[in-house]
């Protein structure tokens, strides 16, 4: 059967060996209810427990800070949602390049009240610190984006929200596992991660929160994660989260050099197109570029591209049905007939050089055939 050549890690990672093998008994042999007492129950609650520490090892957290959900998805909405129920209405702030998890819950708090206000971000896609609002009682900005790679000055962001006495979350997905994190040095209130980024499993998440922050769960039940996620444990998923965190700073070092010398060399070739890289200037994620080739639809050369072998993304996956412009790079004030030809390359642990130097190859061939048909069209 044909694999296409997969450099879309920012969309999911593959599934890592070890984190297979970690989950495969728990899909099998080891099924106890973690909230049961006898043994079975209790082999559950030591392995949930041990992921637990897992995870909050990989970002410096207490692993009483770790509250499992299904995914990044829910705990942004858990946090967002949770957070602003436990406050008067007041002003809710998200950065104009937030993932639509946040973005989202944070608009349907204007129902209840709130006031919403975008956080600015520049040509290259930071957010600036120095529109955060005096009356912001909620905020939340991403760590690094999942479109451009971009990073975001969160430590600022958190010091300047202590000043004004409000909580300050970070949407960690992306940075997860490509650079290191650290939950106390960064500053902020709570922090989003999930599993599937990393070589984890899908449907696997969790919420790093400081016990000082008061939240209204989601989801009522039978008190699970200290009361904030009812519901029976996903235990295979949250075993192979664990061990997944455990991986993926184990090779954080090495894994960032190779990232870094692919993303170079993919850079070059973009360059030897004539293409832009949008977010070139900022500080962003070893493993990510994303540009667009002048004159050349982004959906078209992502399609032939796929056809040639290389599995590459024109957004967001979350955003790919939508055939407007990223919000993102309209954010960043980037022309829409430039923003439509956006293409995301994201590699990660399982990219090789080899695929790399193939993958620039098959670009500058589809690349001239596309602009081939374009002159032909025109003449």
Known sequence: MFAPVYLDHNASAPL???VREAMLPWLGARFGNASSRHEYGR??????????????????????????????????????????ARMKPGLVQVSAIEHPCVREPARQLVRAGWTLAELPADAEGRVQVDALDARAQLVSVMTANNETGVLQDIPAFAAAAKRLGAWLHTDAVQ??????LDFRALGVAAMTLSAHKIGGPQGAGALVLDKRVDLEPLIAGGGHERGL???TENI????????ACEEAVAALGARREAMQAQRALIERCVAEQGGSVFGAGAERLPN??????????GETLVGKLDRAGFAVASGAACSSASPEPSRTLTAMGVAADLARGAVRVSVGASTTMQDVNEFCGALARVADELRG???MAAA
């Open 288 to 297: 990510t570029c994303y540009f667009a080739l002048p004159g050349i639809d």
């Open 16 to 18: 890592l060996d070890a």
């Open 373 to 375: 048909l374009r002159a």
């Open 43 to 84: 082999a559950a609650r030591r392995a949930i427990d041990d992921a637990r520490a897992q995870v909050a090892a990989a970002v410096g957290a207490h692993p009483t800070e770790v509250v499992f959900t299904s995914g990044g998805s829910e705990a942004n909405n858990l946090f967002v949602k949770g957070a602003a």
């Open 236 to 243: 295979a998923a949250i075993v192979g989260f664990g061990v």
């Open 229 to 231: 996620r009812s519901g």
């Open 175 to 180: 940075a997860l596992g490509k650079i290191p």
